[in-house]
């Protein structure tokens, strides 16, 4: 059989026909646009995760000496505890 001129045959001697280039385009163009997309949910996702971690750094930085409080009021083992005092 003839070669179609895309580096494939189409006769029998091919196990795997040619793709028309219509449908490469078709498949290049929908990789292109997976990708397009996958990078633009990046994007608007990556905004909103700087935002967040920023606020959670807040967070940890106001609720730390709270922490440090609450440990020192429930320590049995300190002299001016509220635990000791009302242990006594």
Excluded: F, I
């Excluded at 994007?43 to 750094?57: F, M």
């Excluded at 940890?60 to 000791?84: M, Q, Y």
């Amino acid at each position: 059989m003839a070669a179609s001129g895309r580096g494939r045959t189409r006769g029998y001697s091919s196990p795997v026909p040619a793709l028309p280039s219509s449908c490469m385009r078709v498949r290049r163009l929908t990789r292109s646009t997976t990708l397009s997309m996958a990078v633009g949910q990046y994007n608007d996702l990556r905004a909103a995760l700087a935002e967040e971690e920023d606020a959670r750094a807040e967070r940890n930085r106001a609720r730390h000496p709270v922490d440090l409080r609450w440990e020192a009021l429930a320590d049995p083992n300190s002299k001016g505890s509220w635990l000791h005092g009302h242990h006594a």
